[in-house]
């Protein structure tokens, strides 16, 4: 149910936290509080959806969103501010945001937010664990391991690689076989599989 998943609340000023707290726990939401960004960053959540206070002129999505990925993490986020421009919202969505609304005032209204984006949430979610997992697998190849995957990816045979790196086909078939184990692939159709993913990261993280 929507109702029972988990909000990450960052708001830096304390009476409108307590209140924004108070109407999630009323909307069945259980919420966890964060007086900045910087704490979020320090206690990345695991799961749920972040509620964010993004004042702007500029959206500070973004950058957020930018920072998260290149420590290998993603929230789904909602951004939230009084009277949000047009700009902003542009701004934030372009960013990464999943949505993003006028200062929730009322349980209905943040209950319809959060349904709004749960189900792309948890899709994207999988998507980008994945995609953090193949990168960090693929980090552990070697540099000629590396060049021996680009080659799979592109559809070359084994010969033709061994000519392009100049070494024999023999070596480019333990390259291979050796690049499949680090990772985790059965096959090369796997591992092409993993390099897709993991190019999702990299883009995010870009």
Known sequence: MVKKAQLHLVETDARSR???????YNAGFHCEIYEDV????????????????????????????HQLALSGHWCPFIGFCDNPSVDLIVQAMRGGALSFIGTPTEARGLTD?????A?????????????????????????????VLDGIVSGESSK?????????????????????????????ADAVRLKVEAAAYTALAA
């Open 38 to 65: 910087q704490e979020l960053l320090s206690n990345v959540p695991a799961g749920g959806i972040v509620l964010l206070h993004d004042r702007g002129p500029r959206s500070t999505l973004p950058e957020l969103i």
């Open 113 to 117: 937010a959060v349904a709004s984006i």
């Open 119 to 147: 189900v792309e949430a948890e899709r994207r979610r999988e998507v980008l664990q994945r995609a953090v997992e193949a990168y960090r697998n693929l980090m552990r190849l070697t540099e000629r391991e590396r060049q």
């Open 18 to 24: 307590a209140q924004l707290a108070r109407l999630a």
């Open 160 to 188: 033709t690689i061994a000519r392009d790196l100049e070494i024999s086909p023999r070596t480019v078939e333990i390259h291979r076989s050796k690049l499949l184990g680090k990772l985790g692939a059965r096959n090369a």
